[in-house]
């Protein structure tokens, strides 16, 4: 994994990669934190296909995802997944947050993306606890790399401080 796992503190709009995942909510119209900073930064193509598919299939359920144009973001394809808010650990927050990178990253293979940028879903205004968090995207798409060979780099784009060395910590447990 130390070779396709990647952790760096930045802006995730900025990433030239195939895939930039946006932790969305549900109604995909964009809303605060990184969801609206990727909507800012790729302009209104995304949520213009957002509506589509809103229209199509009423949005997005907690822990699938989909995907837009990355519109005037240096990425191809934006894909919104929605994290599980966090209420105490007992609503299936855990699995659900797994299956927000499984499924991101399964979007990705779909797609023939082989580069995806992730930030620390749901550890913002969704409130899951960071440390829980880190552990369960790394060892997710730990999990999903050793069984899918398309994706080359999953960089984890983190935005703050706690987040990039929480993530780091999880992935040099990993990669040792």
């Known amino acids: 994994m130390q070779d396709k796992v990647e952790v760096t503190k930045g802006d995730i709009t900025r990433m030239k990669v195939d895939a930039i995942v946006n932790a969305a909510n549900s109604s995909l119209m964009g809303g605060g934190g990184v969801d609206?900073?990727?909507h800012r930064a790729g302009g209104p193509a995304i949520?213009?296909?957002c509506k589509k598919i809103?229209?199509?299939q009423g949005g997005c359920k907690t822990g699938e995802a989909v995907i837009t144009t990355a519109g005037n973001l240096p990425a191809k394809f934006v894909i919104h997944t929605v994290g599980p808010v966090w209420n105490g650990g007992n609503r299936n927050e855990r699995i659900l947050l797994a299956n927000a990178y499984r499924n991101s990253l399964q979007l990705a293979v779909d797609n023939n993306c082989k580069t995806?940028?992730?930030p620390a879903i749901s550890t913002g205004v969704y409130g899951f606890p960071k440390a829980a968090a880190a552990t369960i995207a790394v060892q997710a798409v730990n999990e999903f790399?050793?069984?899918e060979r398309a994706i080359d780099k999953v960089i984890f784009v983190c935005f703050d401080e706690e987040n990039f060395r929480l993530?780091?910590?999880e992935v040099q447990k990993i990669s040792s």
Request: aromatic share 6%.
């Open 36 to 38: 609206g900073a990727i």
């Open 47 to 49: 949520l213009e296909e």
């Open 54 to 56: 809103v229209a199509r």
């Open 116 to 118: 995806v940028a992730f």
């Open 145 to 147: 790399l050793a069984n």
């Open 167 to 169: 993530i780091q910590s």
